[in-house]
């Protein structure tokens, strides 16, 4: 089979066409990644439609050109993002070198806001927070996620990352959202501290209508039972412009209690992506 490469980017992506000029994969710089953790960070990004149709030593040959142009351009690290649709291409890459360290699946909700039911808070009162908060909700979000044995994140492992890594990325993406004009953030304080957190940020459209991501859903261990996720999800649905609108709510596979919250909810199951590095 002939393929094409294409080189861009002043040599940092790489894109593989078919003789016909369909995209078959590509490595592209992720310049974020790279300028945040001070390493050369790519994307692996395949078109499993096309490739699936191929042979398999084909695919294996588009692959080992992407291997190697990574290898040969300095790429510290790279990251493939897979769908579980697309599980049987997971055997080639793990060949590569690509190791699985993390999950995502996606729960999709149709909310309707006049028919939602609305909480109140058990302990403190709701506010939506200023700079004079920042601090203390730093202080939940490392406590939640970077310092919580119990969460487990790729931003975690100590084979790619340092603590100080996945405290600076906690901090910087909690930082970067609160800051964000579009985020509605709102937290519960008692006794003038933040004890529990929760954000809803735009992120496009599900079936013409406005999709919501929930984001950074926190509460101190001394406050859980509370149930103040659900009076922070009220009062954040009444800062929703939309009447009609769909939420988000990713979690990760290894997050168990809160895949059977969502499952419990009857909250419709989008997508699952197993997430793999290598280095």
Known sequence: MKINKIVSNQGNDCEIRSEE???LG?????TWATNFF???WGNLHLKNESLLKLKSKNIENILDELGNFADENNYNLLEYQCNVSDFSLIPTIEEMGFRLVDSKILFLTKIEKPLSHRYLPKIGGIIVPDDNDLESILDLTNLSFTNN???KSRFKNRKYFSQEDTKRYYTTWVKNNFKNENTLFAVIKHKNKVISQLSLRPSGFEQEIRLYRAMFPAVRPEFRG???HLALTSFLYDQVKENIFFLD????LTNFSILKNNIRAQRSLKS????FYRT
Do not use: A, Y
């Open 38 to 40: 001070n390493r050369k």
């Open 26 to 30: 590509s490595v592209n710089k992720d």
């Open 226 to 228: 509370h149930k103040t």
């Open 249 to 252: 709510s990713t979690t990760q």
């Open 21 to 23: 000029g369909d995209i």
């Open 272 to 275: 699952i992506t197993l997430i």
């Open 149 to 151: 044995p119990g969460f």
